[in-house]
């Protein structure tokens, strides 16, 4: 054997470390940067707009969040994003919340086609357009601003302002990092679709 070589077990417990150490590093640059991204607060000031997107999730209180900026004011329209269809439970509490227009406040109720944030998108845009438009407020989780922002400047050509549902998120760290890949995959999604509806 030659000096300073290393036999085959060296050399496979050596580059088995180098994997080890250079995996480790890079979960904790994706976990550093997924907290940045996803868990600090990234919502806008409100101001009035001419609709209230309340896009689909978890029944955390974004329907009743959306509707009460509408009683507060922000917009006289309020759609709601209707995720619920394999959710007995939460579809009856969604179908009141879609039945609660008053004279003052209109609410449509849509299903996404893609069923995704960018059908969701491609649907605000689409009566945007029909409605002259030019500004809309959407509510989601705090998690899923960035991304939701980046597919709504795709697909909508107004003025959009993203506004987190008031919770708190008291995740374990597994279920963080479940998150964090669900977001960075989303976001390479929205890279490599656009807007595009064909």
């Not at 997924?34 to 997107?53: E, N, Q, S």
């Not at 959306?66 to 269809?85: E, I």
């Not at 980046?150 to 279920?175: A, N």
Request: proline fraction near 6%.
């Amino acid at each position: 054997m030659l000096a300073g070589s290393l036999p085959p077990v060296g050399r496979l417990r050596r580059a088995v470390a180098i994997l080890a150490t250079v995996g480790v590093s890079a979960a904790g640059i994706l976990a550093v940067t997924g907290y940045f991204l996803f868990t600090r607060p990234h919502g806008d000031p409100l101001a009035k707009a001419d609709a209230i997107v309340v896009l689909g999730g978890d029944n955390d209180g974004r329907w009743e969040y959306g509707l009460n900026l509408a009683r507060q004011g922000y917009a006289s329209t309020v759609l709601l994003s209707n995720a619920y269809s394999d959710r007995p439970a939460e579809l009856s509490e969604f179908r009141q919340a879609c039945a609660s227009s008053t004279a003052t406040i209109t609410v449509l109720c849509f299903i996404p086609d893609p069923f995704t944030t960018r059908g969701e998108a491609m649907y605000v845009a689409r009566l945007a357009k029909e409605h002259n438009w030019t500004h809309v407020i959407v509510v989601s989780w705090n998690y899923h601003m960035l991304r939701a922002r980046y597919i709504f400047h795709q697909c909508f050509d107004g003025e959009v302002t993203m506004r987190p549902v008031p919770r708190s998120y008291d995740y374990p760290p597994w279920r963080w990092a479940a998150e964090y890949g669900y977001q960075y995959a989303g976001f390479v999604k929205a890279l490599l679709l656009g807007c595009d509806a064909g």
